[in-house]
Nanobody
Framework: QVQLVESGGGLVQAGGSLRLSCVAS????????FGWFRQAPGEEREFVAA????????YYADSVKGRFTIFRDVAKNTVSLQMNSLKPEDTAVYYC?????????????????????WGQGTQVTVSS
């Protein structure tokens, strides 16, 4: 089992920045990749960014490229999402996810069903 705990959400004005963190515990050696997804009210959960735990290769949704950066701290079992130039449309609950079966390698990092562990989510609200 893997447990994921997110932190760092909050309220920020458009153009501002936030950093989200996700701390993993439990069977962390089994993790192949981490992802960040978000879900706005009335919308489906969508892919934001992902990172391969071992090699550090990262992937981004087009909507956040150039504004968001995903990075990892292997020693602390932590994955973070630095969000800059935030827009009101970035408002959502952000979820950290872990892939312990290497499914995202075959399906693509954007495929939410590839992730088998999820955090509880953290709210990000961007005001205009």
């Amino acid at each position: 089992q893997v447990q994921l705990v997110e932190s760092g959400g909050g309220l920020v004005q458009a153009g501002g920045s936030l950093r989200l963190s996700c701390v993993a515990s439990g069977r962390t050696l089994s993790i192949y990749a981490f992802g960040w997804f978000r879900q706005a009210p009335g919308e489906e959960r969508e892919f934001v960014a992902a990172i391969e735990w071992s090699g550090g290769k990262s992937y981004y949704a087009d909507s956040v490229k150039g504004r968001f950066t995903i990075f990892r701290d292997v020693a602390k079992n932590t994955v973070s999402l630095q969000m800059n130039s935030l827009k009101p449309e970035d408002t959502a609950v952000y979820y950290c996810a872990a892939d312990s079966r290497k499914q995202s390698y075959y399906t693509g990092s954007y495929y939410r069903e590839a992730y088998d562990y999820w955090g509880q989510g953290t709210q990000v609200t961007v005001s205009s």
